[in-house]
């Protein structure tokens, strides 16, 4: 008998909706104000309801409705109208009952639109218990949709949702200090590790793996500051969670040191399924290689890097190596690169100083052999000069390229610097 | 399960999944390495699983036809992961596997016991560190382990499972040359590799283009450059 439906008066003289929901709350789990109505529903399930209305009732009288009633059904539909037809203060309708009851009350109490209920009226049905010992098919040919929803009331079917759905409880952890505040990312991290710890024993508690996190940090000024934090797949792996909130809040600049930190897992599901292990060789290994990469991560959290490339002339500047921001271990992130094997430039990490033998050419000095770190390196081929200059406001340069080929068949790539007429050796192709 | 019905669940799982590969084929045969002239010199097709790889000559093609590999091991809905130890990755690296950038060899000699280990990553290629005997069988140990391909790059002599050198072909350059007749830029090399397995070697040469150094007039990357063939 889980539903207590309490009547309110037409022009409330005492609390306010939201102050009798309040009111009620302190006795009963769950409440909803249903103002048209006119009615307050109490959850009764799992308690003793009799009681529980009794308590109610009590309490509303406190309150100036000592004129309320209700009533206590399994269906609410039945309690509704128990609650506003009967005079007793306190109606019963026993479990299973309800249908029995409904059938000797007339059909008004269902409160059937005006066409429908003209219709029942003149085929002689005027009863709840009439309507419902029709056929299901014969109601839905003959009265439509409408005719359907008030047949399933009168049959004591009504499975609206009285409650709303509860909301999902996810795992947060918090902690505030007050004698000191610091900036310090290393203690902030140790305090989001014991966070974490925290929150991602709850998510294996429960089952489920979150896949976002909000960060925020409660500042010595007052102010608080929210970082939202993602996952790739959804995790309660504490170490993988770490590295992100840590990247996450390497990224932040403060205005002002931080005195409490809350972590509140903002969306969660269950972990992906293992079942594609057997078939997939990339998704198998999914788990895996995110655990590998957190590792190394650990070890140099920059090591995992990102080309990003620009259009300047000088080779060396024409890809910068970033710490790629994320990475999605899911089948998807798999791209479909196109393309042959071909030798690409590969540079070092700074030209190295050579010494050069040239011969000329068509005005230019050519290389015909180098000594690199004290080998002498003939030199079969040289192409070239390419002439680059430029960046002239900020470090100006005017090099001559020469893409050349040793005795022993490497190509690499050696440069004049004009203004200092040094030559270096940039890289070589592999 | 007896032998019979174990077949019969194979079977079935094959005919329902017919592009999923089956956990005992990740085992067997190589890596591919994309590349049907190499595959075809490497024992089961490909790099060996399990066990660690060699190419002992830097500089010759084996950043070219790796790099292939890992794209190909991408392509395959696999992973792949290479650690630039020395920092040398150009302009014209193509993106496929997931690079790290150890700051010392040590760190990249740690990063690829993980990797290799952790048996997430189809191919794990480790280039420029010079290991010791001691650390490559410790690697030798991670790689089987993990079950995936390892391949280090480095002039090391190690006792790697399969050991791969590689050279140019002097007279096999392809060159395009200025209206004076003087060699402007090289178009095509040859790589020569050979493999060598226990009792065992082959060797093929493959024909490479030669990614060009030069922009010409710094266009933007994705415009097309209508103004003439170079």
Known sequence: MPFVALSLPDSPTGAAPTELAALLLAIAPRVAIATEERLAWLDGRGLD??????RALAVLAEHAIPSSRAAIAGVPIVAAIAVRTASDRLTQIPAGQERAWLASRPLTVLDPPGRLEHLLTSVGITSCGGFAALDHTAVEVRFGREGLDCWHLARAQDPRPIFGARPR?????SLDWTEFATADLERLVFVLNALLGTVCTALTTTGLGARALALTLSLEGGTQLTAPVGAARPTADRRTWLRLVRRALERITLDDRVAGIALQVTAASQPPSRQGDLFDAGFASATAAERAVADVLDLQHDAMVEARRTVDLLPERRVRWGAEQEMSFSPAAVHDHAGDAALALTLLPAPREITVRTRPRRGFAVPVRYLDNGTALPLREALGPQCLSGHQWEMAFAREYYQAVRADGTLVLLFRDGARDHWYLAGWWD | MTAAPALDLRELLAKRFPDAVPLPARRDGGISTGLAPLDRILPNGGLPRGRPTLWSTPGAGATALLSQACRAVTQAGMRAAWID????????WCDGPVVFRPRTPLLALRFAEILAASGGFALVVLHGVAADRTTFFRLSRAVHEGGGAFAMVSDAALPAALRLRSRYVLDRFEWARTPFGDPAVVRQAA????????GWNAHTVLSLPVISHAVRCALPPGLA????AD
């Open chain 2, 85 to 92: 130890t020395l920092h040398q990755l150009g302009p014209g």
């Open chain 2, 191 to 198: 790589v020569a590799v050979d493999a060598t397995a226990s």
């Open chain 2, 225 to 228: 450059d209508r103004r003439g």
């Open chain 1, 169 to 173: 409880e996810l795992p947060t952890a």
């Open chain 1, 49 to 54: 309801a009799v009681a529980l209305a009794q």
